[in-house]
């Protein structure tokens, strides 16, 4: 996304490359957990290694979070009133679309031809119809027999659109009485939704151990919007300088990073887990914002600020390879569960290379918008979902 990393302003001066940095890593966390899933390795000998796999899922929080930062950075600083609805959704559809429809069309080729031969879920006629039409209009996040079907990692997109859908209502609170007001108005939101969910499972309503209650449920838009806001919140913070201001004491975000990380680990499995997530991949932001650490210059390398650009591809492509690359080596080549890690991680550049052949492409195409509309904005839009 151009901004201006000198004083924070939305511009076409730079690009902040932190930002794809972030992306990069937040993909590379989400494809190891998936890996580490479908592979079913363990590694007990390596201590910490596996709980590190397994909290892979988290990097789609990282996303919202960047999500939330990248789509309000146009508008922060008090030009909320830039904020045009059309003009929002004309880009959204323009910038997201495309790719998706191209890796859904390579998902149902994979699961029709290839349920069989790959381990694919088998669909009726009827059902697989059920399937194109939930997947086509982003409504398969809200059922159980759609949220993880024909490539698992499309949930999360689903609720990037219902995210989508509240910006402007979250714009229309922010006019009225401020971001601050409105942040709090949604956290307590999403603490409300999820501490009654909590209690709906404790008292028998919802089955504690069903997809609906597990997966569907929580991550609709009142149970994780909170990590979008956060992001916005950065945003607002670095549009007007703040963080700029506190590029000397980086070292006490950094210090409150070493506090809440821990937190966030003992905080698994509690009905706001994903808030304490959501604060501690902010800090991270603000900390790869500041630009004068460590973590920002890793963060800016250019490798992965290149992975990072073509991250939305990688997450849209890589679930459905590897999970039919794991069930072949599993069930011909007879591996076990680590060697079947260990040989999806050396197979990981031919996934590399479809993302990047969808991002050269589609997505390349589509990521920046026509020039009136970045003059409109003072911003052009080229924020990623990624978000995954």
């Given amino acids: 996304m151009p901004v201006n990393q000198t004083n924070g302003r939305s511009g076409a001066a730079s690009r902040l490359p932190g ?4 992306r990069a890593l937040a993909a590379l966390w989400v494809v190891f957990f998936h890996i580490h899933a479908f592979s079913q390795a363990r590694f007990a000998f390596l201590p910490g290694f596996d709980l590190f796999l397994r909290s892979g899922s988290t990097g789609v929080s990282l996303f919202l979070v960047l999500s939330g930062f990248c789509l309000y950075i146009p508008f922060a600083g008090g030009r909320t009133d830039r904020f045009k609805t059309d003009q929002f959704f004309r880009r959204r559809c323009r910038r997201l679309l495309p790719a998706y429809y191209v890796s859904l069309s390579l998902a149902l080729a994979l699961t029709v031809l290839g349920a069989a ?9 009827l059902q697989l119809g059920w399937q194109i039409l939930t997947h086509l209009t982003f409504l398969h996040t809200l059922f ?12 999360s997109l ?22 601050r007001a409105t942040a709090l108005a949604v956290i307590a939101c999403n603490v409300v939704y999820r501490v009654g969910l909590a209690l709906a499972i404790q008292r028998g309503l919802l089955a504690g151990d069903s997809l609906l209650a ?10 994780r919007w909170a990590e979008f806001v956060f992001g916005m919140v950065v945003a607002e913070l670095y549009a007007t300088g703040q963080i700029a201001r506190w590029a ?3 070292k006490y975000v950094l210090l409150l990073l070493a506090v809440l990380i821990p937190l966030s680990i003992l905080a698994s499995g509690l009905a706001v887990s994903h808030l304490v997530y959501g604060l501690v991949f902010s800090m991270l932001l603000v900390v790869v914002l500041a630009s004068n650490n460590l973590v920002s210059q890793f963060c800016s390398w250019r490798p992965l600020v290149a992975l990072g650009t073509m991250s939305y591809s990688l997450y849209l492509v890589h679930q459905p390879v590897i999970q039919g690359l794991a069930f072949l080596l599993q069930s011909y080549g007879h591996l076990s569960s680590n060697t079947t890690f260990l040989v999806l991680v050396l ?12 991002f050269i492409t589609i997505e390349k195409r589509t990521m920046h918008p026509p020039r009136s509309t970045a003059v409109s904005l003072g911003v052009a839009d080229t924020a990623k979902l990624v978000e995954s």
Avoid: C
């Fill in 19 to 22: 930002i794809d940095g972030l």
């Fill in 117 to 125: 031969q790959l381990g694919y879920e088998h669909f009726t006629a």
């Fill in 144 to 155: 159980p027999s759609t949220f993880y079907s024909l490539n698992g990692a499309y949930w």
């Fill in 158 to 179: 689903g609720l990037e659109w219902q995210l989508y859908l509240g910006l402007p209502l979250l714009v229309v609170g922010i006019r009225r009485y401020g971001l």
């Fill in 214 to 223: 597990m997966a569907v449920l929580p991550n609709q838009l009142p149970g």
């Fill in 248 to 250: 000397a004491k980086t």
């Fill in 347 to 358: 197979l990981l550049p031919s996934v590399l290379l479809l993302a990047y052949l969808l």
